[in-house]
T-cell receptor
Framework: GNSVTQMEGPVTLSEEAFLTINCTYT??????LFWYVQYPGEGLQLLLK?????DKGSNKGFEATYRKETTSFHLEKGSVQVSDSAVYFC?????????????FGTGTQLKVEL | KAGVTQTPRYLIKTRGQQVTLSCSPI?????VSWYQQTPGQGLQFLFE???????NKGNFPGRFSGRQFSNSRSEMNVSTLELGDSALYLC???????????????FGPGTRLTVL
């Protein structure tokens, strides 16, 4: 079946540090890939997405490239801020069957300190 | 455009009771999906509705059910509540969400259900 593996958290960084959160996936077809972010007490917000191999999704300084050869979609940001503290989820859309289903990783908590 | 709304935001129930949660999708979106989020199991897919029909279903017992109305609003129901049903229930909507879709799912703020 489909699965998403994310690096364990929490990840603690100083403000302006470089961020990488690793994400790898297993899928039977050619999924779309997503990063969602969840702030405390809130639902999920789409951060970025990529729909085919070599696509790069980007938003608010975050980037991720769909790497089919390594089945990866790592999230990066050059300079994190305290306001980026949240839980980040990597997800894929299920390309098989009929309908809409997201498979999520376990989430990675990011803490950014001054 | 208004986002996905969910009501109520918080619920407290006791074991054995039943509960109904409501979700209003973004205007024009026809696909509504439900997810359960718990610290132990993470985010798990419950089911998806499109044009008032359940199109996809996750691996949950029959106590979990849902429906969709002609205006795309959706409800989910949990009967005979158990302690383990305590969770954040998230609703997401997308335009069509067909198989292999590149549609984005937009999430609501969730309903926090506590079962005592």
């Amino acid at each position: 079946g489909n699965s998403v593996t994310q690096m364990e958290g929490p990840v603690t960084l100083s403000e302006e540090a470089f961020l990488t959160i690793n994400c790898t996936y297993t899928a039977t077809g050619y999924p779309s890939l997503f990063w969602y972010v969840q702030y405390p007490g809130e639902g999920l917000q789409l951060l970025l997405k990529a729909t085919k191999a070599d696509d790069k999704g980007s938003n608010k300084g975050f980037e991720a490239t769909y790497r089919k050869e390594t089945t990866s979609f790592h999230l990066e940001k050059g300079s994190v801020q305290v306001s980026d503290s949240a839980v980040y989820f990597c997800a894929l859309s299920d390309p098989t069957g009929g309908g809409n289903k997201l498979t999520f990783g376990t989430g990675t908590q990011l803490k950014v300190e001054l | 455009k208004a986002g996905v709304t969910q009501t109520p935001r918080y619920l407290i129930k006791t074991r054995g009771q039943q509960v109904t949660l409501s979700c209003s999708p973004i205007s024009g979106h026809r696909s509504v999906s439900w997810y359960q989020q718990t610290p132990g199991q993470g985010l798990q897919f419950l089911f998806e509705y499109f044009s008032e029909t359940q199109r996809n279903k996750g691996n949950f017992p029959g106590r979990f059910s849902g429906r969709q109305f002609s205006n795309s609003r959706s409800e989910m129901n949990v009967s005979t509540l158990e302690l383990g049903d305590s969770a954040l229930y998230l609703c997401a909507s997308s335009l069509y969400g067909s198989a292999g879709s590149t549609d984005t799912q937009y999430f609501g703020p969730g309903t926090r259900l506590t079962v005592l």
